[in-house]
């Protein structure tokens, strides 16, 4: 069985997942609008991944005997000035996320809950990769500048960019 406390912390990580999902699919259809083909190829596909870490979480729950819940989501509230304020906010997006599960693994030694603390190590990896590749983006739009031949190879780039295997 899940300790109560255990099950509230990872359904509340549950929502931030599906929340996750819900802002990169609010950038991915904008950059879609905007012609930046790569770009939204690219956030399409980090929409479906979060909601795979997403129901991830979901399965473990019930397996452990908990009850799973799903929320309600709050609409993403993004600035679309340009392309490169979304990657900033995706960066700092995965912070947050990255602290989440910081808090989570905190969570689960305190309760000394083993099992799940070896479940969540998957999610420190994941979060390592992707706070690095948003980095990587980030200093990739940095070189660009107001380059408009680079902004095309970055958009062509970002179509095979992706974050995790
Ligand atoms: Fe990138 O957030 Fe999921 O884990």
């Known amino acids: 069985m899940l300790p ?10 549950i929502k931030v997942e ?13 950059a879609e609008i905007k012609g930046f083909e790569g770009i939204a190829t690219f956030m399409f596909k980090q929409s479906d991944e ?11 729950v019930n397996q452990r005997g908990g009850e799973a819940k799903i929320s309600q989501l709050d609409e993403p509230k993004l600035d679309y000035t340009s392309f490169k304020t979304l990657f900033r906010q995706l ?11 910081n808090i989570l693994v905190d969570i689960a030694l ?3 809950d083993y099992a799940t603390h070896n479940f969540l190590q998957w999610y420190v990896s994941e979060q390592i990769e992707e706070e690095a590749t948003a980095k990587v983006i980030l200093d990739k739009i940095d070189l660009i500048g107001d380059d408009k031949g ?16």
């Open 50 to 60: 979060e909601r795979a870490h997403m129901l991830k979480l979901l399965k473990y």
């Open 110 to 112: 305190k309760e000394k």
């Open 91 to 101: 960066y700092e997006h995965e912070v947050r996320v990255s602290e989440c599960i």
């Open 150 to 165: 680079g902004l095309y190879m970055f958009d062509n780039d970002m179509k095979n960019f992706s974050s995790t295997a």
């Open 18 to 30: 599906a929340e996750s999902s819900q802002i990169y699919l609010a950038m991915a259809s904008w």
């Open 4 to 13: 109560e406390i255990i099950q509230s912390a990872l359904n509340e990580q």
